[in-house]
């Protein structure tokens, strides 16, 4: 049995989990834009949300935390 690569970005968990944002979304309890956002790089999910991600897309948290790397301050 061959074994699938983990999602490369948040965006393409969510389609491969046939999600819109807005579902995505209502399903995190939070707003379109907010997943609009972390698609984007304009924000990044918090800790909780990343768990909530994790399990809602069946990924691993490794994988969630892969797709939004810590910023550094200049």
Sequence with gaps: MKSQKP?????????????????LA?????????????????????????LLLALTLDCAPSTVNSWFPERVAA
């Design 7 to 23: 999602p490369r970005s948040l965006r393409e968990a969510r389609s491969k989990a046939n999600l819109t944002q807005d579902r």
């Design 26 to 50: 209502k399903k995190l309890g939070l707003t379109r834009v907010a997943v609009s956002h972390w698609e984007v790089g304009r924000a990044v999910p918090n800790g909780s949300s990343r």
